[in-house]
């Protein structure tokens, strides 16, 4: 008898190939936060190879001057200005962007020197006015960012998050932020940034060969869940022995900012 022709015995299998995707779409998620972080700090995606060499750059123009450097690093407290620095970037992205600025994600160094400013303490301490509330929160169940409170600069009020989430760099290993320690981000929430799919091409199906379906065919070719922002494409085969059974996923993500002139990054280091 073949084992393999019984039903039982193929949805294990399937459901086997459903336990490695989701580990794949942990990854293809990582990659999404990359992007995304990328675009938001500096307008642009890099795709590199194994060993860090970039083989294509996606610049989505965007104005050099939603991607600021202050003229005083904010590591020094004393002096530097960051309710002026953002004042700045805040009136350029409502400027630009015709929309009204309300978020500011700071980086883990960023927010550190923010609350240690003189300035910025003396701003906060008016027993007059209540120019915003600082303090921690973790809301709508994040697990990435922490919502601070509330900063009033200028003619906006902001919602105030922190940011510290990281990833192992492919090349060095080593652990990074998505979010630059040192930057900081200001968007307006009414803004897009678009996560969109391309397909991935399958020869075989292409040939009129799609031997997917004679193998498992419980397995879609296709999983798309656009309230989740992700779409796996499947695929199954045989070795030449026909002994050994593979699986593949696979996901071709693009970040698209769709509207690049609603958000900025001032970076706070020098």
């Known amino acids: 008898d073949n084992p393999f022709a019984d039903a039982p015995i193929r949805a294990k299998l399937t459901n086997r190939v ?28 890099k795709f590199s190879d194994e060993v860090g060499k970039v083989l294509y750059e996606l610049d989505y123009q965007p104005k050099a001057s939603h991607f600021p450097t202050v003229s005083v690093a904010w590591s020094d407290t004393a002096t530097a200005d960051p309710i002026a620095d953002l004042s700045k970037i805040v009136n350029v992205v409502r400027k630009d962007g015709k929309r009204r600025p309300d978020t500011v994600i700071m980086g883990s160094n960023a927010i550190e020197n923010f ?20 303090a921690p929160a973790l809301i709508n169940g994040s697990d990435s960012g922490e919502y601070r409170g509330t900063i009033e600069v200028g003619a906006y009020k902001l919602d105030l998050w922190t940011y510290g989430d990281t990833y192992t760099d492919p090349q060095s290993k080593e652990t990074k932020e998505y979010l630059d320690p040192d930057n900081v981000v200001v968007r307006a929430s009414t803004g897009r940034l678009d996560g969109t799919f391309g397909a991935v091409p399958n020869i075989g199906a292409l040939l009129g060969a799609n031997s997917r379906a004679r193998v498992l065919p419980e397995l879609p070719g296709r999983l798309s869940d656009a309230a ?24 071709r993500p693009l970040m698209v900012p769709t509207a690049i002139d609603t958000f900025g990054c001032l970076k706070t280091k020098l």
């Open 228 to 251: 989740n922002g992700m779409d796996l494409h499947f695929n199954a085969w045989l070795d030449e022995t026909g002994e050994n059974l593979f699986a593949g996923v696979a996901a």
């Open 18 to 45: 459903f336990r490695g995707a989701a580990k794949v779409e942990e990854k293809v998620r990582r990659s999404i936060e990359w992007q995304a972080a990328q675009v938001m700090q500096t307008g642009k995606i």
């Open 115 to 134: 609350l240690a400013n003189k300035k910025v303490l003396e701003y906060f301490d008016n027993r007059r006015i209540d120019r915003g509330t600082i």
